[in-house]
């Protein structure tokens, strides 16, 4: 896992707030492993307007965590590097709870004006390698507070 301190720091920045409806995937079945033992997925948001945040991680001789910013009803993304160490020739850096800010400070401006644009400027110089992109499948956040809206995506099918 992703230094404990570090995953529980994350968790409990995206703990607060969450109301999760009524469906038969939870938010909690969406903080998982997803390679072996050394990546995967934690701090799963539901920021509202359906969108999501969640951050992915990795720890295998090195560490990174990007933060994920999705819209389910699109299928747009954004996804910014906020940790890593020995992962990359670059020096390590940890600038996470600025990002966290940052995306609570243009969510907190009005959700009709958010735009992935406008984060991604937010983040420029906290978040490394941002990057919008569309998603080819649906995100396990999208699945639980957002069902249906997939489109053509591939659906989110949890690991059995």
Avoid at 74 to 94: C, M, Q
């Amino acid at each position: 896992m992703v230094g404990g301190t570090q995953n529980l720091a994350w968790a409990a920045l995206f703990a607060a707030g969450l109301a999760v409806p009524a469906a038969a995937l939870d938010l909690t079945d969406c903080d998982r492993t997803t390679h072996i033992s050394h990546g995967g997925e934690t701090g799963h948001r539901d920021l509202g307007a359906a969108r999501v945040a969640f951050a992915e991680w990795w720890s295998q001789e090195g560490v990174y965590l990007d933060l994920v910013v999705a819209d389910c009803s699109t299928g747009v993304a954004l996804k910014t590097r906020t940790r890593e160490e020995r992962i990359s020739p670059r020096p390590p850096f940890d600038r996470t709870d600025k990002a966290v800010r940052i995306l609570n400070e243009q969510l907190a401006v009005s959700p009709s004006l958010f735009s992935f644009a406008r984060l991604a400027d937010a983040l420029d110089g906290t978040g490394r390698d941002t990057e919008i992109a569309m998603l080819d499948a649906e995100p396990c956040a999208c699945a639980a507070l957002y069902p249906g809206l997939s489109g053509n995506r591939t659906p989110y099918e949890a690991a059995e």
